[in-house]
């Protein structure tokens, strides 16, 4: 029977709705896409997280399971996050949030229990893929401080912060009438309240034995059965922390001013031992200085040596500034290691799980606030093992990400074999000792890749197929430029204080292994992938200039605000030669004048070697014009099979030709607005060796003296300067005049020994305008759509480019053969055509130049554009053409035996027919444009009063379709290219900009955000991975046996000097110990029960529930199977055992001897 959904009936019916209003605003228009088949329905569409990556945000507590060899991290905000073998993960959240403040395996049962600041206590069931709360207790009276659960018991002893102890059975989560109540446990004569209860443990030996440990520095052995305390243990400092030696005859205490207490369980009277491991041992034999407090110790014994002694803290007070250390104290040696970040918890991870034996501890779990680290206790020094987990994603803050799903199967292969040389070396040589789980049985195989950019200019490259996460390759940008080695040296020309190298956005192409990149200091690098290392004696250099300024009817500009003076030619002539001017960034004129054709950051001059992998190609640099920083790049792309870069800011944008290391175009938005002749630039690569500082100008360039190349553009009334060898075009001096009186007029680019300038930069923050002289939109990330009654001067001040689209596609109505083409959109929803004309291939491309045209707008939309496809006419996904990759630095016959170029599409359209369909989406509508005739064939209002934050055009269950995230949290797809809307969904709140700047979309239904600073979250919005997910996910829980107990030998045995048990069933079940009061605290049945599954079974994750009560059930009735079968078969081994030995008795005896 097919399940109904009313959220897909709706869909359908909105869809009906849209359609029909669509084609009746369109009324007239030939439907040439009538013949297209769209396959995608609603039903092919549920989104639900899969999976989440990083490093727990904000940890507060950790359990280690010896059996399982799971680890549990509790956060802050009442995440659960277990690990086991690389690759296997969870993530589960309490709902109220609560911070964990402690985590307690049941040990081999697949089983956890949470205690969190909200008093509440909750039994997570692991034995399923997803682990759900079996049963929680919430106290309404009393705060929970400690808990703590003894090896294969059910009985979970909780302290609390009146210093009381009750008693939870966890298989039934009810509380015992058997309570331990402070007034009773301490001394009667004590006049004070001993505080909360910080620590409860059972003697190792004796389990009738319950030790208690009160803050105020009290610690009492407690007889279960006689209920009474055996003996009393004070001192007069805090206590944190407490642990026994295995034998039960010992236990040591942590305390607040860096001591270590040993005490002997029958001498009460002091300590055994008072120690302070970082404390200076005074001479005259006086107490030492008190240090900080030590919060935890553990006591760890040893079958062949001496025991271990693990600490946290202890420091002395007089190491300010020093970093967190763990402390490992074993026989007279005390190694004190250092953390990168605060400790959080540390855990000791021993061969047995049983107290009562030796411990032979052979690693250290050290969870820090930002970072898990694990130490070798078994190796000389210490050594820390290499951890399999993605948990450096937050190493640098991320600033943006990229996600890629069905890349080339030959890319993930090939960023390993370079990114494995980069390893770290000295880790411990054993294997991983969190080895707990299974990797899930997943069906989908197609390679994934994430790329994240971070705040010190690095980026990584991530393996993300079947659900894991694994770096593949680290890339470093910060390398191509000077580092200041102090705040002093710091060149004043930075435009931000901190991160000046982080990543803003970023370009990559699959299929050539093309990446271009651009930073917050408004950069942007272009690398090339190879496999063999180089050193780059120069680095190629390319600087951008553009500024605006009005005429003087049009600009408002007030008296005060004077013309920068021009500076001198040497001095301006080679800003990257000579120092940088030091005044405040004011943008004011001073007596050295302003800053000019300055950049931000200062590319090294000395040799870069670079190993195999990203290597640079070019380097381009937006300069500062008259004072002024130049704009943040907000938009940004690369094409290999035309050997383009292209990017925008609010300025306008720039077209670079990276073969040749030129700029083509350096274009103001609105003169985008206009058709105009195409323009070609001549080629020139810049020279290998750099001139000296006092070399003003290219001296080959005859038709510009030093002084016009080198004086501020502003200051005198030109219209455009490219000097360079080559003769400019007459048509580009007639466009720009024709541009005067609106457009960015001053422009200037020059070409230098050394490097080429061609510089971008606006004059001021803004291009002012009477309606709004201060105003303007620095941040084009949620820019909102405008009135169109805007002036075009108005229109260009606050316009920035958006996004970019290399395509083959008609650039003109007129045409009827595809060609080149670069569709531009911008931040007021309008998008407009590029013409592209490229030389031939070979060498050619290299020498000839690349022709570029502007054909106008070409439709406009609500909102900023977010992306921008081309389908052809069956609906068919264009994608931008590539050149296949080949190693630049391989031999000249290797390169040309790899080197092939994806073929242009082949002409298609004829005379009046059109043949593509251009999709476009923005911050509010989506539209679809038949080409080359330019009409509107559908259009579809995203959202009325939100926004949209991201949108792509992916591919999904063989068809394409447009998925969009709003800003209030919704997440929608439209079909392509009807614009049938297929979900939506109010799926994520948007409660945080991170959110926002890292949602992206990819195909085959994947997409993924930033959902803390130091966690990815994947989602899925495909109906068929939901329906798989079960099968993809990892396990958890695997039946393993549980270790024998130690042998209690021949003499302990006989005279008893072996571990006590305890029936704790008699003790504190309700026939001993009664009930307890109901008002203390309240039973919840958690979701993960049978009633909570089934009531799940009639929701949207009904399948899926019913699907897990099967499989739970039918694991369970296989578990019983095998302990009845194993039973039967010991059964028989005994029988056949008994028979034997009957049989070799009687076989010799006669019948009478019987």
Known sequence: MKKFNIRKVLDGLTAASSSSSSAAAQSGTPRENDVIQETLQSEHFQPCKTVRHGFPYQPSSMAFDPVQKILAIGTQAGALRLFGRAGVECYCQHESGSAVIQLQFLVNEGALVSALADDSI????????????????????????????????????????????????????????????????????????????????????????????????????????????????????????????????????????????TWNVRAPAKPAQIITPHGKQPKDGKKPEPCKPILKVEYKTTRAGDPFMVLSGGLSYDTVGRRACLTVMHGKSTAVLEMDYPIVDFLTLCETPYPNDFQEPYAVVVLLEKDLVVIDLGQIGYPIFENPYPLTIHESPVTCCEYFADCPAELIPALYSVGSRQKRQGYSKKEWPISGGNWGQGTQSYPEIIITGHADGSIKFWDASALMLQVLYKLKTAKVFERARSKEEKPSTEIVEEDPFAIQTLSWCPESRMLCVAGVSAHVIVYRFSKQEITTETVQLLEVRMQCEFSNGDSPDPGGEQTPTLPTPGASSSPQDSEPPTQPSTGSNSCDGPRDNIPCLKVRSSPLKQSPGYQVELVIQLVWVSGEPPQPISSLAINSSYGLVVFGNSNGLAVVDYLQKTLLLN????????????????????????????????????????????????????????????????????????????????????????????????????????????????????????????????RESREAISSFHFCESFPRKIDSLVSPCLLVGTTQGTVMMVALSLPPGGDQRLQQPVGISSCGTLVSLKGGILTMALLDATGTLLPPAYESWYDPNASDEDKEKNRRRRPASPPSSQEGQDSQFAVLCSEKQAKVVAMPSQTRIYKHNITETSFVLRADVVQMAGANCIACFCANGHIMTLSLPSLRPLLDVNYLPLTDMRIARTFCFSNLGQALYLTSATEIQRITYSQETCDNLQEMLSELFTPVETPEAPNRGFFKGLFGGGAQSLDREDLFGETASGKASRSLAQHIPGPGGMEGMKGAASGVVGDLARARIALDERGQKLGELDERTAAMMASADSFSKHAHDMMLKYKDKKWYQL
């Open 667 to 794: 274009m103001g938005t609105s003169e985008l607005y206009s058709p105009s002749e195409p323009y070609q630039r001549q080629p020139r690569s810049p020279r290998k060796q750099r001139q000296p500082s006092g070399a003003a100008c290219d001296t080959n360039d005859g038709s510009n003296t030093s002084e016009d190349r080198c004086k501020s553009p502003t200051s005198a009334k030109m219209s455009r300067k490219i000097s360079s060898s080559s003769e400019q075009k007459p048509d580009l001096e007639k466009r720009f005049e024709r541009l005067r009186s609106l457009t960015c007029k001053k422009r200037f680019c020059s070409v230098k020994e050394g490097k080429v300038e061609a510089r971008m930069h606006q004059k001021g923050p803004v291009c002012r305008t009477k309606s709004a002289p201060n105003s303007y939109a620095k941040d084009n990330s949620f820019i909102r759509s405008r009135s169109s009654s805007v002036s075009s001067i108005d």
């Open 122 to 261: 909750h039994l997570w069931n692991l034995r399923q893929k997803i682990p759900a709360i079996l049963h929680s207790l919430k106290f309404n009276r009393e705060r929970i401080t400690y808990c703590h659960l003894p090896f294969q018991s059910k009985w979970l002893y909780i302290g609390t912060e009146r210093g009381n102890i009750h008693i939870v059975n966890v298989e039934s989560f009810t509380l015992s009438g058997y309570v331990i109540m402070w007034n009773k446990a301490i001394e009667l004569s004590t006049k004070t309240h001993p505080g909360p209860v910080v620590h409860i443990s059972d003697n190792p030996m004796d389990e009738g034995k319950l030790l208690i440990g009160f803050e105020c520095g009290v610690v009492v052995l407690w007889d279960l059965k006689c209920k009474k305390a055996d003996y009393r243990y004070t001192y007069d400092e805090a206590i944190h922390s407490v642990a026994w030696h295995h034998e039960g005859k010992q236990f040591v205490c942590s305390h607040s001013d860096g001591t270590l207490t």
